[in-house]
């Protein structure tokens, strides 16, 4: 059983640039859900997608967007980059009926100069 | 709006002590607790998950009770090895249109010495 992937694994951009971040969910998930790591804190909720549609968002601004494939792979977009957007971003993927245990990715570390 | 808080925020001890992390939670309304476990700059290991209606979940040497009604959990880490150096970061989620959304403390950072 292959465990939930993310790509890259560390990014460094500059403010205002736009930026791509991919995860491969855990076979047999059909949800996926981003969250966002500050240095020293818990993550935060970004967005969950399931079947292909945003199903729920936390407290982040529309810059803040994604995608769901029909292979269940997701795509985290950030447009206009601020340097407050410097985390680690964290993907989960969990399947419906199993207690919504979620497992967790590797991280991408971006970093905003 | 659901709040978690993990204390303490760090612990340091020596190898072979029994520990005790706590974790508390503003709504008792929960569907589940997971404790994940991080090590610096990685991923979110899953160590128990413990759903609503239980009690206590066990893995091997570790050990996490749920007390709803109190929205408290703890974790409990028997003969603890410098292995088991890491951030351990307690979570709940509700029932309700978004499966699963995870609600995090901050975390305790756990450092066994030899």
């Known amino acids: 059983e292959t465990g939930v992937t993310q790509s890259p694994t560390h990014l460094i951009k500059t403010r205002g640039q736009q930026v791509t971040l991919r995860c491969s969910s855990q076979?047999?998930?059909?949800?996926v859900s981003w969250y966002q790591q500050a240095l020293g804190q818990g993550p935060q909720f970004i967005f969950q997608?399931?079947?292909?549609?945003?199903?729920g968002r936390g407290n982040f601004p529309p810059r803040f967007s994604g995608l769901q494939f029909p292979n269940y792979s997701s795509e985290l977009n950030v447009n206009a980059l601020e340097l407050d957007d410097s985390a680690l971003y964290l993907c989960?993927?969990?399947?419906?009926?199993?207690?919504?245990?979620?497992?967790f990715g590797p991280g991408t570390r971006l970093t905003v100069l | 709006k659901q709040e978690v808080t993990q204390i303490p925020a760090a612990l340091s001890v020596p190898e072979g002590e029994n520990l005790v992390l706590n974790c508390s939670f503003t709504?008792?309304?929960?569907?589940?607790l997971q404790w994940f476990r991080q090590d610096p700059g990685k991923g979110l290991t899953s160590l128990l998950l413990i759903q609503s209606s239980q009690r206590e979940q066990t893995s091997g040497r570790l050990n996490a009770s749920l007390d709803k009604s109190s929205g408290r959990s703890t974790l409990y880490i028997a003969a603890s090895q410098p292995g088991d150096s890491a951030t351990y970061l307690c979570?709940?989620?509700?029932?309700?249109?978004?499966?699963?959304?995870?609600?995090f403390g901050r975390g305790t950072q756990l450092t066994v010495w030899p």
């Open positions: 979570a709940v989620s509700h029932r309700g249109s978004t499966l699963g959304r995870l609600y």
């Open positions: 997608y399931y079947r292909e549609e945003e199903n």
């Open positions: 709504d008792s309304a929960i569907y589940n």
């Open positions: 076979s047999g998930h059909n949800t």
């Open positions: 989960a993927s969990s399947r419906t009926g199993s207690y919504n245990e979620q497992f």
